[in-house]
């Protein structure tokens, strides 16, 4: 990997902030379906809504999907690993685990291995290689779905240049890390009225990891990533209708050393970037590869019909420690690594054994390493007809789309059983594939949904209704039926219907304030395992306003989401302690918060004769239990009414401040999350149950050698703070610390 990026660096790039307007004019004709768009105004959106253009991201060059998103006010973020490889992602209140609660695509396909049968993310896009974010949060996010209770999260990949052009770039820098990225391609002139093109696209990046293995100091616990991105693109006018098609194929292979192995409180005191010997075998084999074909036509009378179908597969075998068995002796005296890091003085024998300290030698057997191993598919049609027209002295651009969509995941897992011997793991044994879990979820989905733009004077009004059906399966073959012969097949079926209306209305007061509210229903289906719960449900209210100057704006909006009844599923991030796949009801939620955003240019208010810009946001959220109730759900346990729900920090600010001139500029930017607690509570938070609050800053800078050639600078976590971000799915894990890293960029 390490040579093929060396060897790559002709053909890598990072984007960088003099590109901005280039790639939003590229994009102007190639957003088939998107709320915003590279080119649009959020502030457009009736309801909350923020895109993150090229400019925003070309900022610091982020890699990590969740320190981009620190920026975005009603964004909550669990981070894991440190380099944002499978991100935690909510919004306003929801369940953050693997970014299962949120709608997650890109260019406006449904991105999660299946979006609707198991929506967990074990698979993210890269943002390294994305030319724009968008998030909504308010009624708009009603036309995305089948997730609507948070908001919806949806990544832009590079669209094809108007003309032939590419980027060219690379970073290096501590923990090893090489990073590249780089597109070249165009549209040019086939012939009257017909306009061929494409781009061919590379992102490839690796590191050797900040942790460290007891006993193998040089082994990685890094990560090594490629990603391929191909578009073929044509435009042409035929019978009064400007057509365009454009086929995009994508591959990624990612190697990954990581594990669910944290630390106890005094290891982590110790040294949190420590691992123990029973995670030297820990790693995550996964490849993924989209292919999508999308249409968009433009007829002479302002009917624009827009289509994509799309085919995602994703395949990853996540090798890790599951549990330890301290005598070998089977299942029944093991115990699971979340269990035993909560406590490591009643489970003794079994730290031993983790610990493998010089000279123990363990029982045969006594460490199970599972390959959790499976395999997903997804495949899809959406439609969408728009138009605009005049009724009733008032403008309406109306909207109405169509979604068929059918995904799976086939889970297919096994155990092989390790010696622990003077610090090395030793294979003893290996279990039957399929003897673990072996099963088959999956779900038929139909939504429909229609939306009106209605502008009358300095008013809008967006009324929305989405209707969803969702058919939903589990085959379960059982542990004793690896060959699936159906012999002691066990299968349960449940369709769930939702009628899910929204409503958003903004009023232009003048030129500098507008004023917007909105009500929306959120909701999500249940797993496939479950016959008998309910869909998460929610009625979701927001208002708000902006106000803006020609060099600063703000905006402050108030939310509140009333959940009928919220849903957690038990998946190994979590922590287990339940069966993998089951659902567990919450009962009714409230969660209500504040969101403040503001971003200024303080040159031209000082007379300076360079820019420097300011951008804020602020972000305060209570989710509080309605009902009492005991929970098999590990997070929430045994729940009191009032009690809070974990994981959601009730306080977290954003503020960077910049520097801009033709030739160099820089940041620097601070992100503050408040103390989070990790079970379900009220009043002071346990010290076992709390993750303390941490401060940290990032710098980057750049300098402009010519229009097309820069040098760029980036200190991650830049006074070098260590925190924890969390104690789950198994013990205490940390932040990442400083890291500095360097690149060359150049376009042409």
Known sequence: MRRTLL????????????WAQEVAQAASHADVIAVIGLGGDPNSVPGSAALLDADDLAVHDYPDITRLLRTVAGVNIQEEDGYGLRPNIGMRGTGLDRSEKITLMEDGVLISPAPYAAPAAYYFPHAGRMAGV???????????????????????????PDEFSGQIGVWAGDEGILRGHGFAGGMSQAGTGLRVGGLLEAYLDSADGFKTIDGFEDASTGYEIEDYVGKLRFEFDAGGIAHMFELKGQY?????????????????????????AGSQMDAMDAQHSELSLRYRGELENGLVFSAVAYSTEFSRDWFKLDSVDPDGAGAAGSVSIAALLDDPVTHADAFETVLGASGFVSADDALRVKHNNREYAAQGAQFELAGDMTMARADHAWRIGVRAHRDEMDRYQWVERFRMDDG?????????????SNRI????ALAVFVQDEISFGNWMLTPGLRYERVELRREDFGKLDPDRTGANLAIRTNTVEALIPGIGLRHDIDAHLSVFAGVHRGFAPPAPGSTTQEAEDATNWEVGARYGRENWQVEAIGFFNGYENLIGSCTNSTGGGCTVGDQFDGGEVDVRGLELTGDADLGPAFGFGFSV????????TEAEFQTAFNSGYEPWSMVLAGDLVPYIPEQQVFAAIGIETERFGGELALSWVGEVRTQAGQGAIPGDERIESHTVAD?????????QVRARLSVRNLTDETYAVARQPAGLRPGAPRAILVGLSASF
Do not use: H
């Not at 968008?134 to 832009?156: D, M």
């Not at 979820?441 to 038929?444: D, G, N």
């Open 7 to 18: 060897s790559a660096t002709a053909l890598v790039a990072i984007s960088m902030p003099a």
């Open 134 to 160: 968008e998030v909504i949060k308010g009624a708009a996010g009603v036309r995305y779905g089948p997730r609507t209770q948070g908001g919806s999260l949806n990544l832009l990949s590079t669209p094809v």
């Open 252 to 276: 990624s292979d990612e190697l990954s050393n990581e594990t669910y192995l944290g630390l106890t409180e005094a290891d982590f005191a110790a040294d949190p970037f420590r691992r123990y």
């Open 424 to 436: 090395e793991m030793v294979q003893t044994s290996v279990d039957v594939p399929g003897s673990d």
């Open 441 to 444: 979820e999956s779900a038929e």
């Open 613 to 620: 810009p300011l951008r804020a946001a602020y972000t305060w």
């Open 699 to 707: 710098f980057s800078a750049w300098y402009a050698f010519t229009d």
